[in-house]
């Protein structure tokens, strides 16, 4: 995000100070989400400030609200799926212009020195900070995500949305599509006629089946859910539907498939799906259970199995990802809805009720 540009536009002063912003926050571990009005810092020399327009839901908003990882502090403005129009530039930005659409993700800060940042892989940096539920090292404040009138963030992690797509069906692309796109690309699942199997189709899942079939990949979906069968065929392009307590099918589809990227956010036992595999398959685990997930040695050395892990994805790759987008004219399968059913969809999501993300309408609905 420092390469050199020359996008020269006036900086407007949209902010003002002591100005309280309007969001949706959590309160405590009840998860239960009710307006609060924050403040965030006037925008630096380094800083973007946007019109937040659209907010994702992503299941990690649904673990922090309710304290599963054990680390919430609240109150809690979660979204990191963060996309909005540029109002205001500090005097060192030169790579946004006022008006433009932007987005944010899962981060906001890093070191930029340690080797991770240097391979671009700022998600891994041991200072990493992240969009909400974190310290920012800056200041000390806690961070604030995206389900908020405005967002403030440094220019190195503000992403250029692709013009040509609609923001309101871009905005997952900013965790569910990355996250997806950084273990695709970096364990190779992008070979033309390999076999991907996806576990649990949600907001993960569906990007991950809309990557693999723009790669030219067949896509099998395991999922716990048969109403999703007729549009991950139909819309999404999958070329088979299993549901995995289908013992019968399971059986069948043994060792047919090349790679899996499993999104279960919850517990489980991986035997069944390494069985999937063909000889040197590779299985990456994205969803992030509390408990321990259950694997026996066996599934992996008969076969020479390989199960991995991947986190988000950085900045250049998210950029690369959105760009590919871009030019494939990619977006995600969204039910946008008001602020005001946020609790809904929270409930909704830890049912697996859910085609494929909830958006916010934070400009429309975000009112006092
Ligand atoms: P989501 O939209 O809720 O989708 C998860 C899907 O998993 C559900 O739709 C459901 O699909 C399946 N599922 C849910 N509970 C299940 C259960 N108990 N047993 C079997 N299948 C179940 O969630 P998401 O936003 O895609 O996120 C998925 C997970 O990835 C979450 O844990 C989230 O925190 C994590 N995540 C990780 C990263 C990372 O960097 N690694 C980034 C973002 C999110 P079916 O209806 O098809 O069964
Ligand atoms: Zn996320
Ligand atoms: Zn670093």
Same mark, same amino acid.
């Given at each position: ?30 998860? +239960?989400? =009710?307006?609060?009005?924050?403040? #965030? #810092?006037?925008?630096?020399?380094? /800083?973007?400030? %946007?019109?937040?327009?659209?907010c994702g839901?992503c +299941?990690s908003d %649904? +673990? ?14 979660p979204g990191h799926e963060i ?7 500090? &005097? ?12 944010v993700g899962c981060m906001? #800060? ?10 671009? %892989? ?8 992240w969009t909400y539920?974190?310290?920012?090292? @800056? ?6 995500g995206g389900?908020? =009138?405005?967002? !403030? ?6 992403? #250029? ?5 609609? %923001? ?6 900013l965790c =569910? ?6 273990? $695709? ?19 993960? *899942? ?5 990557? =693999? ?24 392009? @999958? ?10 099918? $399971?059986?069948? @589809? @043994? ?41 026996? !040695?066996?599934?992996?050395?008969? *076969?020479?199995?390989?199960?991995? *892990?991947? &986190?988000i ?7 690369? $990802? ?5 030019? +494939? ?16 969809? $929270? ?5 697996? /009720? ?15």
């Amino acid at each position: 995000m420092q390469e050199t540009c020359n996008m020269t536009s006036p900086t407007t002063v949209s902010h003002v100070a002591g100005e309280e912003i309007l969001s949706w926050a959590a309160k405590d571990e009840s998860g +239960h989400l =009710a307006p609060l009005k924050i403040s #965030r #810092r006037p925008t630096g020399p380094q /800083d973007v400030r %946007l019109k937040v327009m659209y907010c994702g839901i992503c +299941h990690s908003d %649904l +673990h922090q609200i309710t304290n599963d990882w054990k680390n919430s502090s609240f109150p809690m403005v979660p979204g990191h799926e963060i996309v909005g129009v540029v109002t205001e530039i500090g &005097l060192d930005v030169e790579c946004f212009k006022v008006g433009q659409h932007v987005g944010v993700g899962c981060m906001v #800060r890093s070191c930029h020195a340690c080797d991770s940042c240097q391979l671009g %892989l700022e998600q891994y940096c041991p200072k990493v900070v992240w969009t909400y539920n974190s310290t920012d090292t @800056a200041d000390g404040t806690p961070t604030q995500g995206g389900y908020s =009138a405005v967002m !403030v963030c440094n220019q190195r992690f503000v992403l #250029r949305m692709p013009p040509n797509l609609p %923001l309101d069906a871009s905005a997952p692309l900013l965790c =569910a599509g990355i996250t997806v796109w950084s273990p $695709m690309k970096y364990f190779g699942m992008v070979e033309q006629g390999k076999h991907l199997g996806l576990v649990g189709l949600g907001g993960l *899942g569906h990007m991950a089946i809309k990557f =693999a079939k723009a790669f030219g990949m067949k896509v099998t979906v395991f999922s716990s859910s048969p109403g999703k069968e007729k549009e991950a065929r139909e819309i999404l392009g @999958a070329d088979n539907f299993i549901i995995t307590k289908d013992n019968e099918k $399971m059986k069948n @589809a @043994a060792k047919s498939i090349d790679y899996i990227i499993d999104t279960i956010p919850s517990a489980h036992c991986l035997d069944p799906y390494l069985a999937l595999l063909k000889t040197n398959g590779k299985m990456v685990l994205l969803g992030v259970s509390t408990e321990p997930v259950q694997i026996s !040695v066996y599934s992996l050395i008969f *076969g020479r199995h390989f199960v991995g *892990g991947s &986190l988000i994805g950085g900045i250049a790759e998210t950029q690369e $990802m959105l760009d590919f987008c871009g030019a +494939h004219n990619i977006t995600c399968m969204i039910e946008k809805i008001p602020i005001t059913y946020t609790n809904s969809a $929270m409930d909704r999501l830890m049912k697996s /009720d859910v085609k494929y993300r909830f958006v916010i309408d934070i400009e429309n609905s975000l009112k006092e």
